[in-house]
């Protein structure tokens, strides 16, 4: 059951995608993150929204506003706080038997959940590769420099590439350079001081930004008790069938039960 819906929004109007059943006791509130809309990247949104609603839950997935279909200026992930609440009152009033609810974002979208999960009632997250290390002019954070080297340096080719003169020996320097940078950590602390209830966060163990989220956590002094879970993928948004099944399975098992599956994840 799929039906399309209009939500005001601060002087704007949100548009919104709903997938479940009227009865659903566990309602999914998607946030997306970048500039994707409600179908997500690689289809990610609409094809976790299929796999949730066939076992029996409620999905809202909305656009905020200046992205997709919905209008207004864009606001960002750190001002989407009104539409997140736009779209939290969408999933109540079309699933008013909704008990559990549940918020799931990629990227920038799992930070704009951690950030306001809390304020919205949501009672449990489950935080895709989250967005807390911003990087600094074109090169991508620390973290993620450490991890791309890593694998480099045990790759021929790329040491065949590098004595054939095909890497540019400037931004090689730079990037070892900024590799040993301490990153911003205001972020990743706004980040861990704001989440509330039970917390899973799903990691894609190749992907840069993920790396940059293991890193920023680490390095945190005081933080809540999280679960996590890495999958094996370089794709950022879980693309391949291996690291889609594996993510929808996650989403599954984190609400089979009032906490989190010790099967699938090891605590942070």
Same mark, same amino acid.
């Given at each position: 059951?799929?039906?399309?819906?209009?939500?005001?929004?601060?002087?704007?109007?949100?548009? @919104?995608?709903?997938?479940?059943?009227?009865?659903?006791?566990?309602?999914?509130?998607? @946030?997306?993150?970048?500039?994707?809309?409600?179908?997500?990247?690689?289809?990610?949104?609409?094809?976790?929204?299929?796999?949730?609603?066939?076992?029996?839950?409620?999905?809202?997935?909305?656009?905020?506003?200046?992205? %997709?279909?919905?209008?207004?200026?864009?606001?960002?992930?750190?001002?989407?706080?009104?539409?997140?609440?736009?779209?939290?009152?969408?999933?109540?009033?079309?699933?008013?038997?909704?008990?559990?609810?549940? %918020?799931?974002?990629?990227?920038?979208?799992?930070?704009?959940?951690?950030?306001?999960?809390?304020?919205? %009632? *949501?009672?449990? *997250?489950?935080?895709?590769?989250?967005?807390?290390?911003?990087?600094?002019?074109?090169?991508?954070?620390?973290?993620?420099?450490?991890?791309?080297?890593?694998?480099?340096?045990?790759?021929?080719?790329?040491?065949?590439?590098?004595?054939?003169?095909?890497?540019? *020996?400037?931004? *090689?320097?730079?990037?070892?350079?900024?590799?040993?940078?301490?990153?911003?950590?205001?972020?990743?602390?706004?980040?861990?001081?704001?989440?509330? %209830?039970?917390?899973?966060?799903?990691?894609?163990?190749?992907?840069?930004?993920?790396?940059?989220?293991?890193?920023?956590?680490?390095?945190?002094?005081?933080?809540?008790?999280?679960?996590?879970?890495?999958?094996?993928?370089?794709?950022?948004?879980?693309?391949?069938?291996?690291?889609?099944?594996?993510?929808?399975?996650?989403?599954?098992? @984190?609400? @089979?039960?009032?906490?989190?599956?010790?099967?699938?994840?090891?605590?942070?």
């Amino acid at each position: 059951m799929r039906t399309i819906v209009t939500k005001s929004c601060e002087g704007e109007v949100l548009v @919104a995608t709903l997938d479940g059943s009227r009865d659903a006791t566990v309602g999914w509130l998607f @946030a997306t993150g970048g500039r994707q809309t409600r179908v997500g990247p690689h289809r990610l949104y609409e094809r976790l929204a299929l796999r949730l609603a066939q076992a029996g839950h409620a999905v809202v997935r909305i656009d905020r506003r200046g992205i %997709g279909d919905s209008t207004g200026d864009d606001p960002g992930y750190l001002g989407s706080a009104p539409d997140l609440k736009a779209a939290v009152e969408v999933l109540t009033s079309h699933f008013p038997n909704v008990k559990r609810r549940v %918020g799931f974002g990629l990227c920038d979208g799992a930070s704009a959940l951690a950030l306001y999960g809390g304020q919205l %009632g *949501l009672t449990d *997250l489950v935080l895709a590769n989250p967005w807390v290390v911003e990087p600094v002019g074109d090169l991508p954070p620390a973290a993620a420099i450490r991890g791309h080297y890593a694998k480099r340096l045990v790759d021929p080719r790329a040491w065949a590439r590098l004595l054939r003169g095909g890497v540019n *020996l400037g931004r *090689l320097a730079r990037g070892v350079m900024h590799s040993a940078v301490r990153p911003d950590d205001t972020l990743a602390r706004r980040f861990a001081l704001a989440l509330k %209830g039970e917390v899973l966060i799903v990691l894609a163990d190749g992907d840069g930004t993920a790396q940059s989220f293991a890193a920023a956590w680490r390095d945190l002094g005081t933080k809540p008790i999280v679960t996590t879970l890495r999958i094996a993928t370089t794709s950022h948004s879980f693309a391949d069938p291996t690291a889609f099944e594996a993510l929808a399975a996650a989403m599954l098992s @984190a609400v @089979a039960s009032s906490g989190h599956s010790a099967a699938i994840a090891s605590s942070s």
